[in-house]
Each structure stands twice: as C-alpha cells, then as structure tokens.
C-alpha cells in the first residue's frame, strides 16, 4: 500500500513538472519576436483549456479565421494590417507560429487545397 501511494505522488508531481515545463517554454517562445514577419496570416496557439468558442472569439477579434487547426485553440488567422501579431496577443494568444512550415498540422488544409 506504501508503494502505491509514493508511486501516485511521484506521477503526479510528474505530470506538474512537465505542464510547468512545457507552460515555461510557451511563454519563451511568446516573448520572442513576432514570427508573423510580412505575412498577412499566421497561425495563433490560444490556451490549450479554451473553448473553440471563446478561441474564435478571441481570434475574430484580431482578425480574419481561415483555418483550424486539429485542436480547438489553433487557429490560422490572416489580416492585412502591421499589427497582427501584437492583436492576437492582446486577444489572447500564447504562440504564434508561421502557417507555411505547419501544412499538415492543420485540419482542413488538404480539403482546401482540393477545392
């Protein structure tokens, strides 16, 4: 019985110290430049406990959604202007990642591309 309950701690404080982790290594990357470059769309990583409601949301407010992603908080956002990036922060965003290089992480990338 001993065993079992330090093996239950040891998971949990496991899985604490990767969600810290991971949470640590989202914000670096948040903090670094804008990965939106000249482009007009880019792809926004909200938080992961989001709603694709509130996700929607918060995109639509910093732009234009073209695409999804396969989770509920990735969404491709385009918008003509300079501060695209700086917008979806404020709405909520955590990464912003380049669309190019993230074809095959997108949902509805292939059907697009059919039509």
């Known amino acids: 019985m001993g065993t079992a309950k330090i093996l239950k ?11 810290l982790t991971i949470s640590a290594a989202a914000m670096v990357v948040s ?3 804008d990965t939106a470059g000249d482009s ?37 956002v385009q918008s003509k202007g300079a501060d695209l990036g700086e917008r979806l922060r404020a709405a909520g965003a955590i990464l912003l990642l380049d669309p190019l290089g993230l074809g095959g992480c997108l949902e509805n990338s292939a059907r697009k591309s059919d039509v």
């Not at 701690?9 to 969600?19: D, E, G, M, T, V």
């Not at 910093?62 to 695409?67: C, D, H, K, T």
């Open 9 to 19: 701690a040891f998971s949990r404080a496991l899985l604490l110290a990767l969600c």
């Open 31 to 33: 903090l670094g430049p």
């Open 40 to 76: 007009d769309a880019v792809v926004a990583v909200f938080p992961l406990w989001w709603s694709a409601d509130r996700t929607f949301v918060a995109a639509g407010e910093a732009g234009s959604i073209l695409n999804t992603g396969k989770f509920p908080f990735v969404v491709v």
